[in-house]
């Protein structure tokens, strides 16, 4: 079992940037798939980027891929999402999620372990 704690949120004018953190309780983090979504009002959770156990291999939504950088540092138990370039429809609640061993393709998938999200706000 990891639990899961966002840090990072806040407000930001168009164009700027943040680096939301994702802090993992427990000893097997590397033994993780991690990922990061978001929840806009109104709206269903979305995938926004995965990243494997040991960081080799990473997968972005078409949304947030060139913007966004996933990637986690395992001696810190931690895990990253740089945003950068952004816009106003990037307002949400974000999420980090976790899974044991599998990886995530989407909110709905069994056995996963979230974060209670941080608010990020993009002004105009």
């Known amino acids: 079992q990891v639990q899961l704690v966002e840090s990072g949120g806040g407000l930001v004018q168009a164009g700027g940037s943040l680096t939301l953190s994702c802090a993992a309780s427990?000893?097997?983090?590397?033994?993780?798939?991690m990922a990061w979504f978001r929840q806009a009002p109104g709206k269903e959770r979305e995938f926004l980027a995965g990243i494997t156990g040991g960081g080799g291999t990473t997968r972005y939504a078409e949304s947030v891929k060139g913007r966004f950088t996933i990637s986690r540092d395992n001696a810190k138990n931690t895990v990253y999402l740089q945003m950068n370039s952004l816009k106003p429809e990037d307002t949400a609640v974000y999420y980090c999620?976790?899974?044991?061993?599998?990886?995530?393709?989407?909110?709905?998938?069994?056995?996963?372990?979230w974060g209670q999200g941080t608010q990020v706000t993009v002004s105009s």
């Open positions: 999620a976790g899974r044991l061993g599998y990886v995530i393709s989407s909110a709905d998938n069994a056995d996963m372990y």
């Open positions: 427990g000893r097997t983090f590397n033994n993780y798939y």
